[in-house]
């Protein structure tokens, strides 16, 4: 179920440990800027980190041009504020590419006294990944832009999320369809979680593909015993669950998949084709 309640969000200074966890039926004060934009963000109750009766927050993009073709979107409310003096140095945030393009996110901070700054380092979000947990560090030396990033994080007016493969604003437009969850101010080291690095998981082979009936699958980097293999059509729904080895594909249509494997907080994907 959606829900599209924006209004009640009133501007606050920015705390350490503060969490939007969107279960106040609410975006939270996340917008695009016109609550009329058929993209603009909104709340669903269930589906999000905690799975069912978990609300979350989905933002899309149409990448067609015009109003609600790019991946942007941004609170200035209780994201304001001043960074330095809340001891602020790392945004967590619980994220879900529910499309099947690769997703490279960013932040901007935004100051009428500080001028804008984008981060320096981007986040990249595989397609169809799942829930993933990801940090953003918001240091004065973790961004690039100008005049005066100390002024700026001391006077934050606004702070945008977006999806941008360089490292300038505004952004090209983009189709892709995003989950987020518990955005988290985090600072002091205090409740930071170690992230799985890129590359300690991956897929390096499915065989064959195209395939008709078992697909084999080798993978590098798994640690734990849980590990879990999911497969997914393009419309993002869950046909298969496999071991880690593979698994068949007897019953499914032909066309493109993808295999979602999970490791702890570390995801990997990967393309296949089932044959007629």
């Known amino acids: 179920m959606l829900l599209f309640a ?5 501007q606050s200074a920015i705390v350490r440990g503060q969490m939007d966890s969107f279960e106040s039926d ?19 109750d269930s589906g999000g980190i905690g799975g069912a009766g978990d609300g979350y927050l989905l933002t899309q993009s149409t990448g067609t041009g015009g109003p609600g073709s790019k ?14 003096d809340a001891g602020i140095n790392l945004i967590s945030m619980h ?18 006294s500080g001028g804008a700054f984008d981060t320096r380092d981007s986040v ?28 700026a994080l001391r006077s934050v007016n606004r702070l945008r999320v977006y999806h941008g493969v360089d490292r300038f604003f505004p952004p090209s437009a983009f ?4 989950g987020l969850d518990n955005i988290t101010a985090l600072g002091g080291g205090v409740g930071v979680t170690p992230i799985a690095q890129p590359g300690d998981l991956e897929i390096l082979e499915v065989y064959p ?20 293999v999911a497969v997914h059509d393009l419309l993002g729904r869950h046909v298969r669950s496999w071991p880690v080895t593979g698994g068949s594909v007897d019953g499914l249509a032909p066309g493109v998949y993808w295999i979602r494997v999970v490791d702890g907080t570390a995801v990997a994907t990967r393309q296949f084709v089932v044959g007629r």
């Open 209 to 228: 593909n195209p395939s008709r009936e078992i697909v084999r699958l080798e993978v590098r980097g798994v640690r734990s015993s849980d590990t879990s």
């Open 124 to 151: 990249v979000v595989p397609p169809m990944s799942g829930w993933v947990v990801e940090q953003f560090s918001v240091s004065p030396n973790a961004w690039f832009g100008g005049p005066d990033v100390d002024k």
């Open 26 to 44: 609410t975006t939270e004060g996340w917008q695009i800027g016109l609550a009329s934009d058929p993209n603009a963000p909104v709340v669903v």
């Open 175 to 178: 189709k892709g369809t995003l």
């Open 71 to 84: 991946l942007v979107f941004y609170n200035d409310a209780q994201w304001t504020g001043n960074y330095i």
């Open 95 to 112: 994220l879900n590419n529910l499309d099947t393009t690769e997703l490279v996110l960013r932040l901007r901070i935004e100051s009428d």
């Open 6 to 10: 924006f209004a009640g969000y009133h």
